[in-house]
């Protein structure tokens, strides 16, 4: 198993409106990156993604979702009328593609990046890394491992 983070803005896609979605099931479109769609190609079912919160006061890791189908072409491409739309993109060559994650859990207390900051196992961490934009990274096991402490430890508090 991987692990994963996806940003998504709050107010355009947030957590719960993935936990309100039938099944707590959504694709994840829209992504035009090519890291972060070569990223996505390397999902498999069951990889765990932390869900975060961008372009909101303070951003932060709101929970956690799971890969439920491997990455399919990313049909928003191919919709003129999507603001994602791509004229590049083609049925024949999709360009980009998408994969479809489940809601697992949205955490007690979010973790700000500030939360995140101090924590030696985080510090290289690539959310933290100066000018990090991806809108999907890798996350290593000693990182995920460090989170799931983290939240343990801010929902006690």
């Keep these: 198993m991987r692990y994963w983070l996806m940003k998504s803005e709050p107010d355009c896609f947030s ?17 035009r990156n090519y890291q972060a769609r070569n990223f996505m190609k390397e999902m498999e079912l069951g990889d765990l993604v932390l869900f975060y919160h961008s372009s909101t006061e303070p951003p932060h890791i709101a929970g956690v979702a799971e890969v439920v189908k491997k990455a399919y072409p990313d049909h928003t491409a191919l919709d ?31 973790l700000s990046l500030n939360d995140l900051r101090p924590v030696a196992a ?13 809108s999907v990274q890798p996350v ?18």
């Design 140 to 157: 290593t096991a000693a990182e995920w491992k460090a989170i799931e402490k983290l939240t343990e430890k801010k929902a006690k508090s």
């Design 15 to 31: 957590i719960d409106d993935l936990a309100k979605e039938p099944k707590k099931t959504t694709c994840w479109s829209g992504v």
């Design 80 to 110: 003129p009328k999507d603001d994602h739309y791509d004229p590049k993109a083609s049925p024949a060559k999709p360009i980009w593609e998408m994969v479809d994650i489940k809601f697992v859990k949205k955490f007690d207390v979010p």
């Design 122 to 134: 985080l510090e290289k961490m690539e959310l933290l890394k100066r000018g990090s934009r991806l």
